[in-house]
Nanobody
Framework: QVQLVESGGGVVQVGESLRLSCAAS????????MGWFRQAPGKERDFVAS????????YYADSVKGRFTISRDNAKNTMYLQMHSLKPEDTAVYYC?????????????????WGQGTRVTVAS
């Protein structure tokens, strides 16, 4: 079992940066691939980024490539999403997720553990 708690959301202006964190419980954090997903108002939950258990493999959605960076610190049981050059279309609730394999995925249905979400609002 893994429990996930996101933090770091807030209201920022266009072009600003924000870093989200996802703290995980448990002693086997490094065996789980992790991902960030987001859900904008009235829309489905979309893939943002994912990272392997070791941190050596990452995937990004085209919409965030070059602006967002996913990383993890297995010693701290924490995953991060550094977001730069934020746009109004990045406004959403951001969720972190874990899957019971070290291989990352872009498919939300393959993740069995989810946090409660943290809201990001980019004001224009």
């Amino acid at each position: 079992q893994v429990q996930l708690v996101e933090s770091g959301g807030g209201v920022v202006q266009v072009g600003e940066s924000l870093r989200l964190s996802c703290a995980a419980s448990g002693r086997t954090f490094g065996s789980y691939a992790m991902g960030w997903f987001r859900q904008a108002p009235g829309k489905e939950r979309d893939f943002v980024a994912s990272i392997s258990g070791s941190g050596g493999l990452t995937y990004y959605a085209d919409s965030v490539k070059g602006r967002f960076t996913i990383s993890r610190d297995n010693a701290k049981n924490t995953m991060y999403l550094q977001m730069h050059s934020l746009k109004p279309e990045d406004t959403a609730v951001y969720y972190c997720a874990a899957r019971s394999t070290s291989v990352p995925s872009t498919n939300s249905e393959s993740y069995g553990y989810w946090g409660q979400g943290t809201r990001v609002t980019v004001a224009s």
